[in-house]
C-alpha cells in the first residue's frame, strides 16, 4: 500500500493536504487517488461529505478502470457497488468483476431501477446467480416481461447442476437480502425514471400549477435550509480560511434578507460571494444556482442532475425545494437520504409520503420515522409500517422524540409477543 495511504491511515497528513486529498487532487496514480478517497469517504468525519461528492463526480473513466478490475481492493469496490452510491455505467463492470461478491450483488438487486434491471439479465454472472435472481424476483420495477425471464432462470437454475457453495459469511449476507426483499416488496412498481430529456409538459404543469407562489418569491434568493456553509461543509474551504468564509456566507445572506426586495442587489451580493470562493465544481453548481431566480431553480430542480438535485432540495424557498421531488429522474436512492436529512423544510418530509411511489421503498419509510426533523403527527403515523429489529433500534435512538420511542418500544413488544405466539 502506497505511503500516501498509510499516513492517511495513521492520521499523520496535514489538514491542508487532507483537503487536497478529499478533492481528488493529490499527484498520486488514479487507482491510489480512488481508494483514498473511499477510505475517507468511510472513515473520515471531517473530510467524508467532500470526499463522497469528489467520488460522485469522479472521472467515468478511471472509475470504470476500478470497477473492472479484480485487483481493485475490496472496500473500494464495495462502495461502487453500494446503491446509494452506484453509478449506472459502472453496473455492468461490477456485475462482471469477481472480485465483487454476489452478496453485494443481491443488495443491488433489490432496489435496482428499470435501468439496472436490464443490466442484471444482460449479465451472464446475474443470470446464473440464485440469489441475485431471487432478489430481482423480489423488486417492485420488475416488468412482466422481466419477471417471466427470472421466472424461467430460476426454474432452469434448479434443474441443473448445484452452483458451488459460497463462503459462510457471504452466503449469510445473501440470505438476509433476500429475506428482506421478500418482506419489503408486497406490490409492483408503478412509474420509473427515463434516461431521455424531461417533458416540457412536466415542467409547464408544475409552474401553472404553483403559478400564484412563484409570483409572490419570484425574486426570493438562493438561501439553503442551514446556510451556504453547512451546504458544502466547512472543511470545503481552505483551513486557514474557514473564520474568514463563514463571515463572507453570513453576510451574504445576511443582506439577501434585507434586500430581499431588491433582485439587482441580491445578485451583486451573490456575484461577489461567487468571485471569492475558490474555484471547485461543488462551488460551481452552487454559483450557477446563485444566478437563477425561483422560476428558474425550478426547471433546474426538475432537469438538473442529482448533484443539483441534492442542493436545490435544501432551497429554502418551499416551492423550488418540492419540485426536486417531482423530477422526472429522481431515483429512490435520492430520496432515501432526503428522507434523513435534517437540513430541509418540513414541507419536504411531508410531500415523500404523499408520492405512492416512495412509500413503496422501506427505506424512505423507515428513514422518516428515524428522522428527529419528521413531524411528530406524520412520524407516528409510518411507524406501523416497520420491521422488528428496526422499531427496537428506533427505541433506542435518543435523537427522535420520546413520544416515537414509546411508541415504537410498544409496537416492538407487540410484534414480539404475536412472533413468540406462532
Not at 461543509?233 to 434586500?259: C, H, I, T
Not at 432526503?338 to 409520503?353: C, S, T, Y
Not at 421503498?361 to 426533523?373: A, H, K, T
Request: glycine residues 4%; hydrophobic residues 40%.
Amino acid at each position: 500500500m502506497s505511503r500516501t495511504i498509510d499516513l492517511i491511515r495513521a492520521s499523520k497528513l496535514p489538514s491542508n493536504m487532507m483537503q487536497f486529498a478529499a478533492k481528488g487532487a493529490l499527484s498520486v496514480p488514479p487507482d491510489e487517488n480512488i481508494e483514498i478517497l473511499v477510505y475517507l469517504a468511510k472513515h473520515n468525519k471531517i473530510f467524508g461529505d467532500l470526499a463522497r461528492m469528489t467520488l460522485a463526480g469522479w472521472d467515468e473513466k478511471a472509475s470504470l478502470a476500478a470497477a473492472s478490475d479484480p485487483k481493485t481492493p475490496r472496500e473500494v469496490l464495495e462502495y461502487l457497488v453500494a446503491p446509494e452510491n452506484l453509478r449506472p455505467k459502472l453496473l455492468p463492470a461490477l456485475l462482471e468483476n469477481p472480485s465483487v461478491p454476489d452478496g453485494q450483488l443481491a443488495k443491488v438487486a433489490i432496489s435496482a431501477n428499470p435501468e439496472a434491471i436490464a443490466a442484471m439479465l444482460q449479465s451472464p454472472r446475474a443470470r446464473s446467480s440464485m440469489g441475485v435472481l431471487e432478489c430481482l424476483r423480489s423488486n417492485p420495477y420488475l416488468k412482466p416481461a422481466e419477471a417471466s425471464t427470472v421466472a424461467e432462470l430460476l426454474k432452469a437454475d434448479t434443474t441443473e447442476a448445484p452452483v458451488a457453495p459460497a463462503a459462510d459469511g457471504e452466503t449469510q449476507v445473501e440470505e438476509a437480502v433476500v429475506a428482506k426483499a421478500a418482506e419489503a416488496s408486497e406490490e409492483a412498481a408503478a412509474a420509473s425514471d427515463d434516461e431521455g430529456d424531461v417533458p416540457e409538459e412536466a415542467i409547464s404543469a408544475y409552474l401553472a400549477e404553483h403559478a400564484t407562489e412563484i409570483a409572490s418569491e419570484q425574486d426570493k434568493p438562493f438561501q439553503p435550509i442551514g446556510g451556504i456553509v453547512d451546504l458544502l461543509g466547512s472543511d470545503y474551504f481552505p483551513v486557514s480560511e474557514n473564520r474568514e468564509m463563514a463571515e463572507m456566507a453570513g453576510s451574504e445572506e445576511k443582506a439577501a434578507a434585507e434586500s430581499a426586495g431588491s433582485a439587482p442587489a441580491a445578485a451583486k451580493s451573490k456575484a461577489v460571494a461567487g468571485a471569492n470562493a475558490p474555484p471547485a465544481k461543488r462551488d460551481n453548481a452552487v454559483q450557477k444556482i446563485n444566478r437563477l431566480d425561483v422560476k428558474g431553480r425550478i426547471q433546474l430542480a426538475m432537469k438538473g442532475n442529482k448533484e443539483e438535485r441534492s442542493i436545490l432540495v435544501r432551497d429554502g424557498t418551499k416551492v423550488v425545494a418540492l419540485a426536486v421531488l417531482d423530477a422526472p429522474k429522481i431515483s429512490d436512492g435520492e430520496v432515501e437520504k432526503f428522507a434523513l436529512q435534517k437540513n430541509v423544510l418540513e414541507a419536504v418530509l411531508r410531500q415523500i409520503p404523499l408520492k405512492r411511489r416512495f412509500m413503496k421503498n422501506y427505506i424512505v419509510v423507515r428513514n422518516l420515522v428515524s428522522n428527529p426533523r419528521t413531524p411528530l403527527d406524520l412520524g407516528l403515523g409510518l411507524m406501523k409500517h416497520l420491521q422488528m429489529q428496526d422499531l427496537k433500534n428506533i427505541s433506542a435512538n435518543k435523537e427522535v422524540s420520546e413520544t416515537v420511542r414509546k411508541l415504537a418500544l410498544k409496537m416492538y413488544k407487540q410484534k414480539l409477543d404475536s412472533a413468540n405466539k406462532k
